[in-house]
């Protein structure tokens, strides 16, 4: 049933709350698509985690959000009760599960070195350059690029992979050619990374290892997630009282209009009675 006029008050500041819901879910759709392409490049290495867990459904809530403030925008041009309704109970339900976000997202902050630990160091002694896995190889060579960072807590620890472990199939060489600092990578006389057990030249590679630096970028990323997560949360949330507050107002009006109806009804036989009388004077 629409209703006309609507409650001015309410409704400006529920369709100011549907507005805002519209672009900042857009704008966190937008930075949890961030989230998942910055870990992309390592994820052959770790697989799907908590923290891959915690942005796809971090991106699927903000997408309902997104397809939520549609229908929250028919829902002020029809002012039907209905739609408000479903608004506001579809708002609480993404609300609620950007919490248990959040909550994962810092669950995942205190096993972060536990994940990454076993699964860095078993890539990096047993799969590196080893045939069939080349995807790895290359999970590896774009984490040490990247962060810039060599070996699992210094350079030396490639002494024992299994690609570098035997002389002879070194050739010479005792690190991956991602450990060199991008300057030097194109030297041929000594190589950046030739030298055995350890490189000749190690003030030519990167000095810190990977695990430190991967775990502090992967707590910064699950700590960004906890709070951006939580902020949309309470952002839904306030969203669904307006979207309420709406919803009351159009019912407390529906009454008093229902109310004054009734009355009109009860008093439309008096009126005629009095003007009859008055007539018949």
């Known amino acids: 049933m629409a209703l006309t006029p609507q409650p001015a008050v309410a409704c400006s500041l529920f369709l100011i709350c549907v507005l805002a819901n519209f672009s900042g879910s857009l704008i966190f759709l937008m930075l949890g698509l961030w989230f998942l392409e910055t870990r992309r490049p390592y994820e052959p290495m ?3 985690n908590f923290y891959s867990l915690c942005v796809w459904i971090f991106i699927g809530c903000v997408s309902v959000g997104c397809v939520t403030s549609m229908l929250g925008a028919a829902a002020v041009l029809a002012a039907k009760r209905w739609q408000i309704l479903m608004y506001a109970c579809l708002v609480s ?3 609620l599960t950007m919490c248990g ?29 080893m045939p ?4 790895l190889t290359s999970s590896v060579d774009a984490l040490q690029d990247s ?28 690190v ?19 030298g055995f057990p350890f490189p000749i030249s190690p003030r030519k590679l990167h000095q ?53 109806l009734a009355f009109q009804r009860a008093e439309a036989p008096r ?7 008055s007539s018949l004077n």
């Open 93 to 95: 339900l993404c609300a």
């Open 101 to 129: 976000v959040g909550i994962t997202s810092l669950f995942f902050y205190d096993r972060i070195r536990q994940i990454i630990d076993v699964s860095l160091n078993k890539t990096m002694t047993e799969y590196y350059g």
């Open 46 to 48: 770790f697989g799907h």
């Open 176 to 194: 991956p050619l991602s450990c060199c600092l991008p300057e030097f990578r194109a030297d041929v006389n000594p190589r950046c990374n030739e």
């Open 208 to 260: 810190k290892g990977c695990l430190p630096l991967l775990e502090s970028w992967y707590r910064d990323h699950s700590f960004a997630i906890g709070a951006v997560a939580s902020s949309v949360a309470a952002f839904f949330f306030l969203s669904c009282c307006t979207a309420m507050h709406y919803f009351r107002d159009i019912n407390s009006r529906l009454k008093m209009e229902e109310a004054l």
């Open 132 to 135: 069939g896995y080349s995807t």
């Open 147 to 174: 962060m810039p960072c060599c070996g699992y807590v210094l350079y030396n620890d490639w002494i024992n992979a299994n690609l570098f472990r035997d002389q002879t199939e070194r050739n010479g060489i005792s």
């Open 271 to 277: 009126t005629r009675v009095k003007q009859t009388s």
